[in-house]
């Protein structure tokens, strides 16, 4: 009986670099952006050869399937060019750039080059019947812009026996991965739902996630808690991956990638047939094994020799099927190799890859590896509501004049180019400060003014930095703090020009100064178009969240107008929630003095009608803080617990762990609205018992906001909701979600302000807070709690 023949489809690059790059990691400062410096010098040296050789193709697709030791290979890729040479012979441009010093580019100095040119003269010839090519390597040297070409000559023969050589080295993992994605896909097939039944709205959503997954598309479900989002997200589509993927499971914060690697755990334990292979993506900072991260051969001993190790380590990792941040450091320390960048490589080899939105909607740190062209991906992006404001974050830039001027003082004395470039930076600056200066508002809090066109000057100011900033940083390696901090400065100007490139009428440039300190920053007021063109590298999308109404809003910040949407209730008892509204307090603003004793009574009769924990949210923390002091003063036996306006890991942690304790004594937590704590908490039973939201949530008013509003009024005659009153309920919904977790959970939700019975609020209010009553007093609340808590 004939062996059974694999498929496979491969990128060339991908397979010329697996097999015979070698070398270190070595991230140290190496000039410009160097993907968009590449990029824009292959167009440079293509457009030449146009007018050298006038048949010259650029960038031309090539694709030919190969059969090698009973696996079928489908080989693609794009050669830079494909020319007559003035012999008459085919020839085959491949083009490089590189920073090696001149005398060092001998045509030989990185082998996976010729082979990468070999193979692509190889299916030309092929497929255009002819018995020789010849190939040329042309590389540039970025630093001293000199040229250098080196060809060969090869019979047709002899490019396929190229080709069957590298596919036969490459064959013991294309049958692995081969072998892998088939049964893989058959035990995905055979997988069943890992629970006895299905919770309350639960069948609806893997319907709806499994049917925009399989026909493409996108979907955005809004799924309170309780009805297990992740693994109603994540078990339909894996039935629905098909030969495709793999699935992307992309999260706002670290904390949330658990819920993913534990829902996937649950799957693993419920069959032991089941072949599914994850890697959580760690960010670099956090999983570096060293105690300074330097990513340079000198300094860090799991990246010198990297690419010599990361066969021999990948061979053994795919053994190794949920790649978490500990399995990925223990795989690094037993091969000495890299845990992130083997994290990366893995993920090619993997069905699941959970990891931060960065990895697909950051144009800096996307995975080039898959997101330079489409793909039969699915998109499983948990608490989707961050998303806008998280893209906006993404393609926005800020420089400081600060960061300039400090520069220059770290250069010393003594005239140079680099002062000069710096000194005509920071002078544009000075400049914008005195504009700011004329500008109306309060000068105790800083002076603003905003433009609707980028910043030119500055931006031919600080491209002219950019070259004597370079050598400064190539003459200067050692790792000081000025070396760090002109490194730093470099990548923020960089930064910089690239949002400048992108910047239309979705950008505003904004100008502000306090004191002597001027800050320029180019806002992306919509993310819209952005996040569209990502979405669209994939097959589908499904976005989730307890919080996602609007669904319009939604639809329309993120890109997808032609989005489905969902809505389910939610699956817990609604007698078990206590649901109020103060509507005799006012938190505006203007009437927060005023407000002060009435919101710590009001605290106070919550946190003492039954003993447990419980979290009071605030808009700010400067009203937070007078809140609980008035509230410790005059009730000093309730002890309570304070958010600090910047808390690490630990402090978040050990904040957290004090609602975790089950000692039967009273808690008042207070914290911020919007922050860390009011979403991605999972308090179960006692540890949180009710929850006070004190205010709407409405963003502070200030300059920027007005920027979002002024433009969503002229766009979408929507700018109070969408600046103030959607992103607003957003945060009081995520907050009030922290109280029921489970169906055995009872608990209390105080919503403190009159404008929540505002009807353009309250039609925000999901369905099952259809019970909520108002309140007029302390007294009164104390008369529905004790009713309630009985």
């Given at each position: ?82 020319f007559t040479d003035t012999d008459g012979m085919p020839t085959i441009d491949e083009i490089k750039t590189t920073t090696l010093p001149p005398e060092l580019i001998t045509g030989e100095q990185s082998p ?281 974050s993404m393609h926005s830039a800020v420089l400081a004049k600060s960061a300039f001027y400090d520069a220059k003082k770290r250069l010393g004395k003594g005239k140079s180019s680099l002062k000069n470039a ?345 369905p099952h807070w259809e019970q909520l009553k108002t309140v007029d007093s302390a007294q009164a609340l104390t008369a529905e709690l004790a009713a309630f808590w009985k």
């Amino acid at each position: 009986m004939e062996p059974e023949t694999l498929a496979l489809t491969l990128p060339i690059r991908r397979l010329v670099e697996f097999l015979l790059r070698t070398g270190s990691i070595d991230s140290r400062f190496t000039g410009f952006d160097r993907a968009l410096e590449g990029a824009r010098l292959h167009r440079k040296l293509q457009r030449a050869a146009v007018k050298e050789y006038p048949d010259y193709q650029a960038e031309a697709a090539l694709k030919q399937d190969y059969a090698c030791a009973q696996i079928t290979y489908t080989l693609e890729g794009r050669a830079d060019g494909i020319f007559t040479d003035t012999d008459g012979m085919p020839t085959i441009d491949e083009i490089k750039t590189t920073t090696l010093p001149p005398e060092l580019i001998t045509g030989e100095q990185s082998p996976e080059h010729w082979a990468q040119a070999q193979i692509y003269a190889a299916i030309y010839a092929r497929q255009n019947g002819l018995p020789a090519m010849r190939v040329r390597l042309t590389y540039f040297q970025v630093d001293e812009e000199l040229e250098f070409r080196f060809s060969h000559d090869y019979t047709a023969d002899a490019l396929d026996a190229v080709v069957t050589d590298l596919l036969t080295q490459y064959a013991p993992w294309a049958k692995r991965a081969a072998e892998w994605q088939r049964i893989s896909r058959t035990s995905l097939a055979a997988l069943q739902f890992p629970f006895p039944g299905y919770r309350p709205g639960q069948r609806a959503m893997i319907g709806a996630v499994y049917k925009i997954c399989t026909e493409g598309g996108q979907l955005l479900c809004q799924a309170p808690t309780g009805i297990g989002k992740t693994m109603s997200v994540l078990f339909p589509a894996l039935k629905a991956v098909g030969q495709g993927g793999p699935v992307f499971y992309l999260t706002a914060r670290g904390t949330t990638r658990a819920a993913a690697e534990n829902a996937l755990a649950l799957l693993r334990a419920s069959d032991a047939d089941l072949k599914l292979r994850s890697v959580t993506l760690t960010a670099k900072d956090k999983i570096c094994m060293q105690d300074r991260r330097e990513c340079t051969p000198e300094a860090c001993p799991y990246a010198k020799g990297y690419y010599d190790r990361v066969r021999t380590a990948l061979w053994d990792a795919l053994d190794t099927h949920a790649l978490t941040a500990d399995a990925l450091q223990m795989l690094a320390r037993r091969h000495k190799v890299c845990p992130f960048e083997l994290g990366l490589d893995l993920s090619l080899w993997c069905d699941v890859v959970i990891g931060d939105y960065n990895y697909l909607f950051d144009p800096v740190v996307h995975l080039e590896r898959f997101f330079d062209t489409a793909g039969d991906y699915l998109f499983l992006l948990d608490e989707a509501h961050n998303l806008p404001d998280r893209a906006r974050s993404m393609h926005s830039a800020v420089l400081a004049k600060s960061a300039f001027y400090d520069a220059k003082k770290r250069l010393g004395k003594g005239k140079s180019s680099l002062k000069n470039a710096l000194t005509k930076v920071n002078d544009i600056f000075i400049e914008w400060r005195h504009r700011c200066e004329e500008a109306p508002g309060d000068s105790r809090f800083g002076r603003t003014f905003f433009e609707k066109s980028r910043a030119d000057e500055l931006d031919r100011a600080l491209t002219r930095l950019c070259e004597p900033l370079e050598i400064w940083l190539d003459e200067h390696r050692d790792p000081d703090e000025t070396h760090e901090a002109l490194l730093q400065l470099y990548f923020d100007i960089r930064a910089w020009l690239r949002v400048a490139d992108t910047f239309d009428d979705h950008f505003v440039l904004q100008i502000s100064a306090h004191g002597n300190e001027v800050r320029a920053a180019m806002l992306c007021l919509d993310p819209s178009d952005f996040l569209a063109a990502d979405f669209a590298k994939g097959r589908a999308a499904v976005l989730f969240s307890a919080t996602l109404a609007p669904a319009g809003y939604y639809r329309d910040l993120c890109g997808l107008p032609d989005a489905r949407a969902v809505a389910l209730r939610s699956p817990f008892d609604t007698e078990h929630l206590g649901l109020w509204c103060a509507r005799h307090v006012s938190t505006r603003y203007k009437d927060r003095a005023d407000s002060i004793a009435k919101v710590a009574d009001l605290l106070a009769v919550m946190s003492g009608a039954r003993a447990g924990h419980y979290l009071a949210f605030f808009p700010s923390y400067s009203y937070l803080q007078q809140v609980w002091e008035d509230f410790t003063a005059r009730y000093p036996d309730q002890p309570t617990l304070c958010q600090e306006s910047a808390m690490d890991e630990g402090k978040r942690a050990e904040f957290l762990a004090q609602f975790q304790k089950s000692d039967g004594r009273p808690l008042l937590g207070f914290a911020v609205l919007g922050g860390v704590f009011g979403e991605g908490v999972d308090l179960t039973g006692e540890s949180l018992i009710g929850a006070a939201i004190v205010s709407p949530g409405l963003p502070q008013v200030g300059p920027r906001q007005e920027q979002l509003r002024d433009y969503f009024e002229q766009t979408r005659g929507s700018g109070f909701d969408y600046a103030y009153r959607f992103p607003g309920m957003n945060k009081v919904l995520q907050a009030a979600g922290r109280v029921i977790r489970t169906p055995e959970d009872r608990g209390v939700v105080l919503l403190i302000d009159d404008r929540f019975l505002a009807p353009d609020t309250s039609r925000l209010m999901p369905p099952h807070w259809e019970q909520l009553k108002t309140v007029d007093s302390a007294q009164a609340l104390t008369a529905e709690l004790a009713a309630f808590w009985k």
